[in-house]
Every structure is written in structure tokens, then in C-alpha cells.
């Protein structure tokens, strides 16, 4: 992938990894507001890169439908991102039951709200868009149906591991408890961000050289929702760590993606 790497302008990528740096800075030493405002400007990089990417090449201007589409992806994704910024009430809950349960299995699960549910509708509309773009931007490339298959059963294993397909389970990697109002919610999320994933992955083509950072991409975005996930409805504790991972994971993603473009 590193050879045909393709990345928005500076400042962009650079005000992004400062963003997320300042991001997990704030995350380990709690406090809340500097952790917004870093998440907040870490997601207005990937866009505004992307943004500037796409004007740069002349493709936006063309209207090129398979770049709005990319572009409409990464917006969503900012406001899915500033949703699923935590009240202080939920945060600082969250980070008391870390303290006083970890390493334990014996943590009560956190209802993450409205604004969660919101913000996890805004990142579906991102995927259908993303989902879009590589069809779209799939003129030549021969499409694979069964990588499709493979792919997407893929991701659906990693979201039974996860026990976000059956309610909790005692065998997933992570013991995850869903709140009966959002397993709809969350089922149809895993099914959208498989298909994107998918969808990626069977478009790769040698043809195309952007096709292996998207797929790449893709899944980097997948995986990062499992740490979201784990974070949201896990019994066990996830903790800064895991959430640093989870955010390096998406970032990395994101700007990926706003260089495809």
C-alpha cells in the first residue's frame, strides 16, 4: 500500500495526527471538554482534507459522483463523530465505573443515549455513501462475488465475537450487553458497515491503485467500531487504551479515505 499511498495536502494529515495526540492526551488525563474539542478537529482535518484533495485534482469541480459520494461519506462522518461526543454526565460515569471495576467482569453497562443512537445513524448514512463511491468508481474493475461473500461473513464474525449479533454472550471475546431498544439499530449498522467493507475489498484490482488503500481503509473502520462497540455495550472494561487503539484505527481510516478523492 505505502508506494501508492495517496493523502490529502499538508496541513492536513499533520493537524490530524495532532488532533488525535491531543485527543488521547485528554482522554488519559480525563478531561472532557479538551477531549471534544480535539476529537472535534481531528475530524474537521479529514474532512477539510479531503475536502481540498478533491478540489486540488479538479474532481469535485467535475462533479464526479464518485468523489461527492466520498466527500458526503466523510461529512456524515463528522457529524457522527461530534454526536458521539459523551454528555459529562455519561462520561464521567463511565470513567468512575472503570476505576472502581478494572479488570473486573462485573460492570454495569452505560445506556449511551439518544445522541449515541443518533450518532450511529449519521456514521450508517457515511458507509451507504462510501458504499456508493466504490461502486461507482468501479468502471473496468471486475467485481468479485465471492470475495463480497467473504468479506462480508467476515465482519459478521467479528460482531458475533463481539456478541453484538446475539445479545451477551458469555463465549464472545468481549462480553457486550445491547440495550433492547438499540439491537435494531446496531444489527443493521453491522449489516451496512459489512456491505461497505465488501464492497471494498471486492473491487480491488491491480487497475486501480487506489482500490487497496480503500479496502484497507475499510477495514480499519471496521475494526475501530469493534472497539467502539466494546467500549459502548462492553461489561468488560475497554479503558484508555483500548479506546487510543480505536481512535488510531478510525483516524487513519478517515484520512485514508479523504485521499481517495
Avoid at 461502486?135 to 470475495?147: A, C, E, H, M, V
Avoid at 454472550?169 to 438499540?182: E, F, H, N, Q
Avoid at 475499510?218 to 467502539?228: G, P
Avoid at 459502548?232 to 478523492?261: D, E, H, P
Wanted: charged share 10%; glycine share 10%; proline share 5%.
Amino acid at each position: 500500500m505505502a508506494p501508492n499511498l495517496s493523502l490529502p495536502p499538508a496541513p492536513y494529515p499533520q493537524l490530524l495526527s495532532a488532533s488525535v495526540a491531543a485527543l488521547i492526551a485528554s482522554e488519559v488525563g480525563g478531561v472532557l471538554p479538551a477531549a471534544a474539542l480535539s476529537k472535534s478537529a481531528a475530524a474537521l482535518s479529514f474532512l477539510a482534507g479531503g475536502i481540498r484533495f478533491g478540489l486540488n485534482s479538479g474532481v469535485l469541480q467535475l462533479h464526479e459522483p464518485a468523489s461527492i459520494a466520498l466527500a458526503t461519506g466523510l461529512a456524515f462522518s463528522v457529524v457522527g463523530d461530534v454526536l458521539l461526543i459523551p454528555s459529562p454526565d455519561a462520561y464521567y460515569q463511565k470513567r468512575n465505573q472503570e476505576a472502581a471495576h478494572s479488570n473486573s467482569n462485573t460492570a454495569e453497562v452505560v445506556n449511551p443515549g439518544t445522541r449515541f443512537k443518533a450518532g450511529t445513524a449519521a456514521f450508517a448514512l457515511a458507509h451507504i455513501a462510501y458504499t456508493s463511491s466504490f461502486l461507482y468508481d468501479n468502471d473496468g474493475i471486475i467485481f468479485s462475488p465471492t470475495i463480497f461473500a467473504v468479506s462480508f461473513g467476515s465482519v459478521g464474525v467479528l460482531a458475533n465475537a463481539l456478541g453484538l449479533l446475539g445479545g451477551s454472550s458469555s463465549r464472545a471475546l468481549i462480553k457486550t450487553k445491547v440495550p433492547k431498544d438499540m439491537k435494531w439499530l446496531v444489527r443493521a449498522y453491522i449489516g451496512i458497515i459489512a456491505t461497505m467493507v465488501a464492497t471494498a475489498t471486492a473491487s480491488v484490482s491491480s487497475s486501480e491503485p487506489l482500490s487497496v488503500q480503500k479496502a484497507v481503509s475499510a477495514w480499519m473502520f471496521a475494526i475501530s467500531d469493534c472497539f467502539v462497540a466494546a467500549d459502548a455495550f462492553g461489561v468488560n472494561v475497554v479503558g484508555t487504551k483500548g479506546r487510543a487503539i480505536g481512535w488510531m484505527l478510525y483516524f487513519g481510516a478517515q484520512l485514508g479515505l479523504s485521499g481517495c478523492i
